[in-house]
């Protein structure tokens, strides 16, 4: 098993630019969610989805879009880039939803985006 | 207030010394995930739990729902324990999602 795999690792943006955070994760996963991490703030989420064809938004989902077409994909969208977006884009993927059974969190080793 | 409080922010300590790191949360839970992040960035899960305590290996976490708070200890530690510690919470209000608190920075020294 691969795990959670998210590309690019790194990317640097110029505004108004458009691209897309892939994830793929081949365990399984119903949930799926993405996040970022900025200085001195926790992680936050942007969107997430519960399942295929089903996706919710979370904290700061302006800016973003996404799109669950397949159990193993989630790709992440930025459809014009913004300076405020440089962070660092981590996604993971659970069995359920985080408050049921035991469904810890799987990361991906996560994307730094930089928006000039 | 924010939902989460982590403390303390920083922590050092020397090898072989027991750490103890804080979670405090003002919502009402169903359970509390820990996460460890290393210096590299990657984020691992190391514990989600409901009531009392799990343990793996040198980590212990504990968690009482009354008090709305949990601890993770770290016994005989090591350098690479160096990491972030970070712990979040499904909200009522929503349990699809997470609400992360800021980290404990521990760093171990030989």
């Known amino acids: 098993n691969a795990g959670v795999t998210q590309t690019p690792k790194f990317q640097v943006l110029k505004t108004g630019q458009s691209m897309t955070l892939q994830c793929a994760q081949d365990?399984?996963?119903?949930?799926m969610s993405w996040y970022r991490q900025d200085p001195g703030m926790g992680l936050r989420l942007i969107h997430y989805?519960?399942?295929?064809?089903?996706?919710d938004q979370g904290e700061v989902p302006n800016g973003y879009n996404v799109s669950r077409s397949t159990t193993e994909d989630f790709p992440l969208r930025l459809l014009s880039a913004a300076p405020s977006q440089t962070s660092v884009y981590f996604c993971?993927?659970?069995?359920?939803?985080?408050?049921?059974?035991?469904?810890?969190?799987?990361f991906g080793a996560g994307s730094r985006l930089t928006v000039l | 207030k924010n939902e989460v409080e982590q403390s303390p922010q920083n922590l050092t300590a020397q090898e072989g010394e027991f750490i103890t790191i804080n979670c405090s949360y003002s919502v009402g839970i169903s359970a509390l995930h820990w996460l460890q992040q290393h210096p590299g960035g990657g984020i691992v899960s190391l514990f989600m739990l409901s009531s009392g305590k799990k343990k793996h290996g040198r980590l212990i976490a504990t968690i009482n729902i009354q008090e709305k708070h949990s601890s993770l200890h770290i016994t005989a530690s090591h350098p690479r324990d160096s990491a972030v510690y970070i712990c979040?919470?499904?909200?009522?209000?929503?349990?699809?999602?997470?609400?992360f608190g800021t980290g404990t920075r521990l760093q171990v020294f030989p």
């Open positions: 365990m399984n996963h119903e949930y």
């Open positions: 979040a919470v499904p909200p009522p209000y929503n349990t699809d999602k997470l609400i």
């Open positions: 993971a993927s659970s069995y359920g939803v985080p408050n049921s059974g035991a469904n810890v969190l799987t």
């Open positions: 989805s519960v399942g295929a064809g089903i996706t």
